[in-house]
């Protein structure tokens, strides 16, 4: 009797134990599926480009990647230079508008983005004025930044333009270009770049919603605002000293976001850091709302109407300046 008790506490603690090991395993499984579920987008643009060569390594630890030069793909072309744009004619004759931004002014699956339509709306009178659409996919406005002052200025600009979205200060596709450690010596450089003292512990703490709650938390996290504090003050330094106007172009999330959120907050940020180191700038966000049409294709992105309103906006400005 006391040998057959004994068998039956045995089975029934390796019946627990299994059990307990079984419901890990599942948890685990419903972990990585809700994983997938909230950032699928995330997971499939790691794979798109890890699985595709559109871009390169770039010397600058600052910029990470660049666009490979001369790529030609039913997704991206690109000219000499590594931007998607025809190829720079660099007329000394001809004004030149200088561009910045990531995937929105890049126009990533639409036949034109608004550099496009802005060159053909800077021109309906003649044919004197260049855009250079230096945008890159996944650039925040440090890298914009960066970019301007290794390679758009050697164009000699007559007028910038920086397009911003709300979204700007991440940092995209380090995990394809550096390891862990390049990438937390990546941001320790950077915290030393604009005198940032404020303890960072987590870089990437997603949240339940990653396009709204994560981002909203980075604009009242000091590490990251300090970074746009400082690219905005560059911006506005580069401006004043080379006597080249440039305007910031904010571009609102999918308006129905608004709905849901206080993003409007976000603009607010934005527009007290650009007059604190007097940017001037659009607000994109009254425009797309006054319309009645559908203006996104994705929840960041215009389609192609969003970026006929952008224009018309942004070539007023630039019109009255250049």
């Known amino acids: ?21 079984i419901s890990i395993l599942i948890s685990s499984l419903v972990d990585q599926h809700k994983v997938k579920n909230i950032y699928p987008k995330i997971t499939e643009k790691v794979n798109f ?9 770039s010397n600058s630890t600052i910029l990470v990647y660049e666009y490979q030069k001369n790529y030609n793909s039913s997704y991206l072309n690109t000219n000499s230079y590594g931007f998607r744009d ?13 561009v910045l931004g990531d995937s929105i002014a890049v126009g990533l ?31 925040n406005t440090l890298q914009e930044l960066e970019l301007l002052k290794i390679f758009g200025l050697t164009f000699n600009p007559d007028f910038i333009v920086v397009q911003y979205s709300l979204n700007d200060l991440e940092t995209y596709h380090l995990e394809v270009f550096l390891s862990q450690e390049e990438a937390k010596q990546r941001f320790n450089d950077i ?11 987590k870089y990437l703490d997603f949240e339940y919603d990653y396009y709204t709650d994560f981002v909203i938390k980075k604009y009242y996290n000091p590490c990251f605002l300090n970074i746009l504090d400082y690219s905005f003050k560059s911006f506005s330094d580069i401006s004043y000293n080379n006597s080249i106007p440039l ?16 993003l409007i907050l976000l603009h607010e940020i934005i527009i007290d850091l650009a007059y604190k180191h007097s940017l001037r700038y ?5 425009y797309f709302l ?3 049409l559908e203006l996104f294709e994705d929840h960041v992105h215009p389609n192609e109407e969003g970026h006929k309103i952008a224009t018309e906006v942004i070539c007023d400005y630039v019109d009255s300046l250049i």
Do not use: Q, W
Not at 49 to 57: D, E, R, S, T
């Open 247 to 262: 305007i910031l172009v904010i571009f609102p999330y999918n308006l129905s976001f608004y709905e849901e959120r206080n």
């Open 49 to 57: 480009i890890g699985n595709h060569y559109y871009f390169v390594k």
């Open 290 to 292: 006054n319309s009645s």
């Open 191 to 201: 915290f030393l770049l604009v005198k940032n003292n404020a303890t960072c512990s």
């Open 1 to 21: 009797m006391e040998k057959r008790f004994v068998y039956k506490i045995i089975l029934v603690v390796f019946v627990i134990l299994e059990l307990f090991v």
């Open 109 to 139: 699956g639409l036949e034109v983005a608004f550099p496009d339509l802005l060159e053909k709306c800077l021109n309906k009178n003649n044919d004197s004025i260049e855009v250079m659409n230096l945008a890159v996919e996944g650039y």
């Open 282 to 286: 659009i607000d994109l966000y009254p």
């Open 86 to 98: 025809d190829e720079f004619e660099v007329n000394e004759n001809k004004k030149k508008v200088v």
